[in-house]
T-cell receptor, first 113, second 113 residues
């Protein structure tokens, strides 16, 4: 079955450490997105990508970086510059060309230790 | 500025007690309104898409309606398994290359047996 796979499910980061969250999809979707969700809050956009080798900053991109070398993959790196990284991170994808909704992954919970 | 506001933030119901969740939006030229269900620690799951005022969609105990300013998610005779956070999101009609959904803060529904 097609879908989006996020890994790992839980991730612990030490102070000053960079960590990378994986997002892979086999839906043949062109657009991919990273959102951050804090407890009791809605989703905030970090980065998005419409096509391979191109991506754009969202509303809260500071302290994060991404790459889109393959259509199927959109990894997110949380750098040491992100001062409050503890959150639930969601990856999503969407078909291009129409007003389709997103398909979401199951999320990665990142905790600073 | 485009905004999506959901109310109430939290709702406690007894099993069988029907109610409605509200999603009000201020966007220039709505292109689609989406409802998602999110269980704790998981990614959002798609429920409904509504495209024009007056449109209604139903699924089991859930019914979504849309006006020019807001959408309602009606829950009829809820069961404990309906407990979740319900998210509302909209696309804007402006030429936004990202075609991004803007999310509300969600309503956390708790149904007690």
């Amino acid at each position: 079955d097609g879908g989006i796979t996020q890994s790992p499910k839980y991730l612990f980061r030490k102070e000053g450490q960079n960590v990378t969250l994986s997002c892979e999809q086999n839906l043949n979707h062109d657009a991919m997105y990273w959102y951050r969700q804090d407890p009791g809050q809605g989703l905030r956009l970090i980065y998005y990508s419409q096509i391979v080798n191109d991506f754009q900053k969202g509303d809260i991109a500071e302290g994060y970086s991404v790459s889109r070398e393959k259509k199927e993959s959109f990894p997110l790196t949380v750098t040491s510059a992100q001062k409050n990284p503890t959150a639930f991170y969601l990856c999503a994808s969407r078909r291009q060309g129409a007003w389709y909704g997103y398909t979401f992954g199951s999320g990665t919970r990142l905790t600073v230790v | 500025e485009d905004q999506v506001t959901q109310s109430p933030e939290a709702l406690r119901l007894q099993e069988g007690e029907s109610s409605s969740l509200n999603c009000s939006y201020t966007v220039s030229g709505l292109r689609g309104l989406f409802w998602y269900r999110q269980d704790p620690g998981k990614g959002p799951e798609f429920l409904f898409t509504l495209y024009s005022a007056g449109e209604e969609k139903e699924k089991e105990r859930l019914k979504a309606t849309l006006t020019k300013k807001e959408s309602f998610l009606h829950i009829t005779a809820p069961k404990p398994e309906d407990s979740a956070t319900y998210l509302c999101a909209v696309y804007r009609a402006e030429n936004n290359a990202g075609n991004m959904l803007t999310f509300g803060g969600g309503t956390r529904l708790m149904v007690k047996p």
